[in-house]
């Protein structure tokens, strides 16, 4: 396993599970996921490379089907700790000041993301970093359903956190993904905006749809016009 050139040391996946292990791993997860602080945080390459190192045993020595479980356990309480921050902070959270590590920019992002894909966006957002930590809030501040968002937070979970550390786990033990890592991890970072990327085209798609039937229509109506005269 090489050193991942994709920030700082103290982020880098490889030295936070080597000096932290599982525990560390499931702590980030949790922050990530809901805390206000965690949004720099390297959740799918720590994932990833968690599958990795479960796949070659190196410090981190439980079986895979129960580190994915506790991944998604972490996660799912992040998401439910996030809500319920949001739903307590209410509307002051877009009043809040920018400071180091929080930006009301962050915030407006997530509530845009949150208000275009609605109960979605709680499955979507996982695999958007930065979005991925303050949709939950904005969930909360929206005073989303709750039922209706501990389902989509217990799919997104499960997806993503185990999602992404199986795929390390298998692909971990191909010779071409360990002698690559760096370029694997950046693929991964250019994948985690698929969805919303899908999502946006068909947005878009169906908004076209939706703004060129009242014109067709506005058409007809005139030809009729015209005929009846």
């Not at 509307?91 to 920019?105: G, I, N, T, V, Y």
């Not at 989509?152 to 956190?161: E, Q």
Request: proline share 5%.
């Amino acid at each position: 396993m090489t050193t991942l050139a994709l920030g700082p040391q103290w982020l880098d996946p490889n030295h936070l599970i080597s000096v932290f292990g599982l525990v560390g791993i499931l702590a980030i997860v949790f922050a990530e996921s809901g805390l206000l602080i965690g949004f720099f945080l390297p959740g799918d390459s720590l994932l990833f490379t968690t599958g990795l190192l479960v796949a070659g045993g190196k410090y981190i020595h439980q079986p895979l089907w129960l580190v994915c479980l506790l991944v998604v356990v972490a996660a799912v309480l992040g998401d439910q700790a996030g809500y319920l921050f949001g739903r307590k902070a209410g509307p002051a959270l877009f009043r809040r000041p920018d400071s180091r590590l929080f930006k009301q920019e962050n915030v407006e992002k997530a509530h845009e993301f949150f208000e275009t894909y609605g109960p979605r966006s709680i499955v979507l957002a996982r695999f958007v970093p930065i979005v991925r930590t303050f949709t939950p809030i904005v969930a909360g501040v929206s005073r989303m359903n709750y039922k209706s968002f501990a389902l989509y937070n217990l799919i997104g979970g499960a997806l993503w956190g185990a999602g992404v550390t199986v795929l390390g786990y298998f692909l971990g033990q191909v010779a071409f993904v360990g002698a690559h890592i760096e370029l694997i991890l950046i693929g991964i970072v250019a994948l985690s905006v698929l969805p919303v990327a899908i999502e946006v085209l068909r947005a878009r798609r169906t908004a076209r749809k939706n703004g060129t039937a009242p014109a067709e229509q506005d058409g007809h109506a005139s030809r009729s016009g015209h005929r009846r005269r």
